[in-house]
């Protein structure tokens, strides 16, 4: 440090003119404030953003997943439970009888998307305020996936 | 006699309104002005019929909370000790400004009151004496609580005060070597003189090394950052007030703020002139009434004037950018200062160029007043400004500084000082 650094009173006075110009700056041109007013703005994300989850659905309205469990097995967070059952369709093998997420536990990684083999869950919905009042309501199931229009309260 | 009483009375009143008064305007300003300073909007949620107003509903949310939250209280404390210690430092960071002169004094039936509650003649005495006993309820407070980390902050507190009271009481010897008196009420009179005709006399330009080690110093006093060693929420959570919830918590963040006025007040009657307005003495005051009240009054006129233009036309620009109360709210401030400014402009009818003599009085007594308000104010921000720039000092940098810099310069300073009353 040189002299003037360890004198100490002038760089306090510097740091105080810096504040005071942040200050003075913010007050007289409020509209230049990076600040986003949260609720009653949003905040614009890329299209790449990883939001809640949702299933896919064939053109019959029927789940795309065939339950393979390649989700399940690489999500890092262990959140994903399906129970597989056989189709009716021979042409398709499996399909999920039940779909849970724990959205509590996910991590929003997007493992489960690039695991999928027939682009059955996505992370595109671009929703990512989730509001429950009950740890339950977190535990969304395939219905929910499927067909939700909540946009982020369940 | 009776007199004596009701004036006193009111001079506290006075006192009390300004201190008590300030702490929700100061806890507004800690919270918006950090918030500009860091490029937030901070507070404006909270709202009464829609109407935010930047966040200065918020203290009254504050208070309605700590008055109806739970008052918790852990076992193993010490009963009466914990109870009692939010009192003591609340009380005694309110019975400072006793002997803080708020003005010259004030002329009623040709009988002049001093303004000031009490006129010790060891005034500046009495307040270091009563402002370290503020580290009693620190103390207290750490101790009863039975936690560890509360005691580790009272104890942090107690040696921080002490380092630094030497300093502080040095710091003013200065000060008092050229006032030649302890009473406030002289040393702020000897301020309003000038030196070679044209420079004030305020301690500040007399003692200018005296005047940042006493600001130093009085930072430290009122545990303000970069001295807030009894919190530091990052080593020990909180410091000595961590058991306290409710009211008795409020008491001690009252207290920090009101001891954060009386720093002020101190700072700006020992060394800013306290109630003198430079190269303007009650005299030249008195003598140019008539055309120095008229020329305040107008200025006050053109200035809420322009304060109520600039909101009006914000009122027209963003209407409707809301859709709710919101957008009532420019046009609300712009009606007030537009009233203050009409409310200035129809006080000429009373012709205030034909002020009388009393009159005359009155106003030199309440500019003075105002002088001191306002002062009062801006060393208040200044407090705010320094603890949003300075980050906190590490525990053995603060104790080096108070040993080993501060007190050899307040050393150095009563030497040249005394040298120089004695040359002179």
Known sequence: ?154 | MMELVVATLLKIVFMLVLVIGLIPVLVWAERKGSAFIQDRTGPNRASVAGIRLGGLVHPIADVVKLLFKEDVRPDGVHGFLYALAPFVVFFVALVTYAVIPFGDYLEVGGRQIPLVVADLNVGILYVFAIASLGTYGIVMAGWASNNKYAFLGALRSTSQMISYEISMGLAIMGLLLIFQSLRLTEIVSGQGDLIWGFLPKWGVVIQPLGALLFITAIFAETNRTPFDLPEGESEIVAGYHLEYSSMKFALFFMAEYANMVIGAALIATLFFGGWNIPWLSRQTITAGADTLLPLVLGLQAVVSGVIAWLFFRRAVRERGKFGDARDREPGLLGGFFAVVGALSLASFALAPWRVGPAGASLFATLLQVGAFVGKVVFFCWFFVWVRWTLPRFRYDQLMSLGWKVMLPLALANLVITAVGVAIV
């Open chain 1, 1 to 154: 440090m040189s002299l003037g650094e360890r004198v100490y009173v002038g760089e306090v006075l510097r740091g105080l003119l810096i504040t005071i110009r942040h200050l003075l700056r913010n007050i007289f041109a409020m509209k230049d404030m990076p600040t986003v007013q949260y609720p009653e703005e949003k905040p614009r994300y890329s299209d790449r953003f990883r939001g809640r989850h949702r299933l896919m659905k064939r053109d019959d309205g029927s789940p795309r997943c065939v339950a393979c469990m390649m989700c399940s097995t690489a999500c890092p967070a262990d959140c994903i439970h399906i129970t597989a059952a056989e189709h009716p369709d021979p042409t398709i093998e499996k399909y999920p009888e039940r779909f849970d997420i724990d959205l509590l536990r996910c991590v929003y990684c997007g493992l489960c998307e690039e695991a999928c083999p027939c682009d059955a869950i996505r992370m595109d919905t671009g929703i990512y305020e989730i509001v429950a009042d009950a740890r339950e309501k977190f535990f969304v199931d395939k219905d929910f996936l499927l067909n939700d229009e909540t946009r982020g309260t369940l």
